[in-house]
T-cell receptor, first 113, second 109 residues
Framework: IAGITQAPTSQILAAGRRMTLRCTQD?????MYWYRQDLGLGLRLIHY???????GKGEVPDGYSVSRANTDDFPLTLASAVPSQTSVYFC????????????FGPGTRLTVL | GQNIDQPTEMTATEGAIVQINCTYQ??????LFWYQQHAGEAPTFLSY??LDGLEEKGRFSSFLSRSKGYSYLLLKELQMKDSASYLC??????????WGAGTKLIIKP
C-alpha cells in the first residue's frame, strides 16, 4: 500500500441500500477525514477522527457514520442511501489535527438511484 | 458565518502569468492552504501560508494578508498542464479546514 487507498473506485447503488466506503492509509497519520465534493460546492467535511478511537461530526454528517478502530482504517457507512448522497467522496489524512496539510485518497464516485 | 470566496473560472494563455484571488471570513485563523485538483483526480497540496507575506515555490507563489482576509496564488510561465481547479482552504479555530468552491483555470495555447 502506498499512501491512501479507497475502495470501491466507483459504485452505483439503489436507494435504501447500505454501503460502506473504505479508506486505508499507511502513512501513520493520526487525523483522518471524509469529504464529499459536489459540482459548484467546496469540499464539505462529513466526519473526522483526530486519533484512533475518536470521531467527530463535520459540516454534513446526517445519513453517514464512521468508526476508527485503529490508525490505518476509517470506513464511512451510508446506512440507507438516498439520491442526494450521489457525490464524489474523498478520504484524507493529516499528521495530526494541528498540522493540517492534508493528503487525499483517489476518491470514490458514488451514484444513488 | 464562515465563508471562502474565489472566482469560479479564469482563462489565461500559455506562457503568461495568472493570479487567483481568495478572500475569507472565518472564526479564527490557523493558516491558509492552496491545493491543485485536476479533473477526475484528488486535490494535491501546493502551498501553505500562516504569516503575512509571499511564499515562493518555483513557478507558484502564494501571498497572505491576514488583516484583509485575503490571499492570492500566482502562477508564472503557465503550461498546459496547469489547467486544473485551484482550491483555497482556511484552517479555522477548531483546526478544521474550510474550503472554497475552487477556481477552474483554463489555459489556452
Amino acid at each position: 500500500i502506498a499512501g491512501i487507498t479507497q475502495a470501491p473506485t466507483s459504485q452505483i447503488l439503489a436507494a435504501g441500500r447500505r454501503m460502506t466506503l473504505r479508506c486505508t492509509q499507511d502513512m501513520r497519520h493520526n487525523a483522518m477525514y471524509w469529504y464529499r465534493q459536489d459540482l459548484g460546492l467546496g469540499l464539505r467535511l462529513i466526519h473526522y477522527s483526530n486519533t484512533a478511537g475518536t470521531t467527530g461530526k463535520g459540516e454534513v454528517p446526517d445519513g453517514y457514520s464512521v468508526s476508527r478502530a485503529n490508525t490505518d482504517d476509517f470506513p464511512l457507512t451510508l446506512a440507507s442511501a438516498v439520491p442526494s448522497q450521489t457525490s464524489v467522496y474523498f478520504c484524507a489524512t493529516a499528521r495530526d489535527i494541528t498540522y493540517n496539510e492534508q493528503f487525499f485518497g483517489p476518491g470514490t464516485r458514488l451514484t444513488v438511484l | 458565518g464562515q465563508n471562502i470566496d474565489q472566482p469560479t473560472e479564469m482563462t489565461a494563455t500559455e506562457g503568461a502569468i495568472v493570479q487567483i484571488n481568495c478572500t475569507y471570513q472565518t472564526s479564527g485563523f490557523n493558516g491558509l492552504f492552496w491545493y491543485q485538483q485536476h479533473a477526475g483526480e484528488a486535490p494535491t497540496f501546493l502551498s501553505y501560508n500562516v504569516l503575512d507575506g509571499l511564499e515562493e515555490k518555483g513557478r507558484f507563489s502564494s501571498f497572505l494578508s491576514r488583516s484583509k482576509g485575503y490571499s492570492y496564488l500566482l502562477l508564472k510561465e503557465l503550461q498546459m498542464k496547469d489547467s486544473a481547479s485551484y482550491l483555497c482552504a482556511v484552517t479555522g479555530s477548531n483546526y478544521q479546514l474550510i474550503w472554497g468552491a475552487g477556481t477552474k483555470l483554463i489555459i489556452k495555447p
